[in-house]
């Protein structure tokens, strides 16, 4: 059983920068972690992920360059180190565990989510 706790969100002023962590309990790093994201009246969307073992990282194209998937093993959480913040990544955030690519229905695992609201 994995068990996934997101921290971080809040409110931000546009350009400014985030950190979010994904804190695991459980056999987490067995498994690849993904970010997902989720605005209102919006599908879920992919945001990075990264893989367990190579800590290979992939990300939803329109983002890389601004966000930063990291992970530390001793600490058992994952990271999103988000930057240059848009009024448009406003959004909940989600962390989840067991597959690695931005096909949210392959992750078995699902934390709660952190809420992001990025003011102009």
């Known amino acids: 059983q994995v068990q996934l706790v997101e921290s971080g969100g809040g409110l931000v002023q546009a350009g400014g920068s985030l950190r979010l962590s994904c804190a695991a309990s459980g056999r987490i790093f067995s498994n690849s972690v993904g970010w997902f994201r989720q605005a209102p009246g919006k599908e879920r969307e992919f945001v990075a992920a990264?893989?367990?073992?190579?800590?290979?990282?992939y990300y939803t194209n329109s983002l890389k360059g601004r966000f930063t998937i990291s992970r530390d093993n001793a600490k058992n959480t994952v990271y999103l180190q988000m930057n240059s913040l848009k009024p448009e990544d406003t959004a909940r955030y989600y962390c989840?565990?067991?597959?690695?690519?931005?096909?949210?229905?392959?992750?078995?695992?699902w934390g709660q989510g952190t809420q992001v609201t990025v003011s102009s």
């Open positions: 989840a565990a067991g597959s690695y690519g931005p096909a949210a229905n392959e992750y078995a695992y």
């Open positions: 990264i893989r367990w073992g190579t800590d290979t990282t």
